[in-house]
């Protein structure tokens, strides 16, 4: 008997490697469109994150419990934080989305 497993998000799903305060390597990142979209993954205690153009942001949950969020363009953090709570999270997302870069064609598949 095949028995299915469900998938904990209706979102594309990428393996991300080598995240500061996690063990479990990879672990699932959810693709999203929007820093919205975003805020809904990170409650259900899931990892978030999308690439553009000009870098890739990165959120998750270490096994501490802390949030961290994490800007990447070629491999490099520009900017890597521990966030206090969700409100940091979403003043933080709300500051480096836009500089993913231009997003219209990566949104309209998902």
Same mark, same amino acid.
């Not at 672990?27 to 999308?50: F, H, I, N, S, W």
């Not at 363009?73 to 999270?89: F, G, H």
């Not at 500089?99 to 990566?106: E, N, T």
């Given at each position: 008997?095949? *028995?299915? *497993?469900?998938?904990?998000?209706? $979102?594309? #799903?990428?393996? $991300? ?6 063990? +479990? ?5 959810? $693709? ?9 993954? $990170?409650?259900?205690?899931l990892? #978030?994150? +999308?690439?553009?153009p ?5 959120? &998750? ?5 802390? /949030?961290?969020?994490? !800007?990447?363009?070629?491999? +490099?953090?520009?900017?890597?934080? *521990? #966030?206090?709570?969700? *409100?940091?999270?979403?003043?933080w997302?709300? +500051? &480096? &989305?836009?500089? /993913?870069?231009?997003?219209? #064609?990566?949104?309209? !598949?998902l």
């Amino acid at each position: 008997m095949v *028995t299915k *497993t469900r998938r904990p998000c209706s $979102l594309p #799903a990428l393996p $991300l490697t080598d995240l500061p305060g996690l063990k +479990q390597s990879p672990t699932d990142g959810y $693709l999203c469109k929007d820093p919205e979209q975003a805020m809904r993954v $990170l409650e259900k205690g899931l990892c #978030a994150t +999308q690439a553009g153009p000009d870098g890739a942001i990165t959120i &998750w949950r270490d096994d501490a419990g802390k /949030l961290r969020c994490r !800007f990447d363009r070629y491999k +490099q953090a520009l900017s890597e934080i *521990t #966030a206090a709570d969700m *409100t940091a999270v979403d003043k933080w997302l709300r +500051q &480096w &989305w836009p500089k /993913l870069g231009a997003l219209d #064609a990566i949104a309209s !598949f998902l």
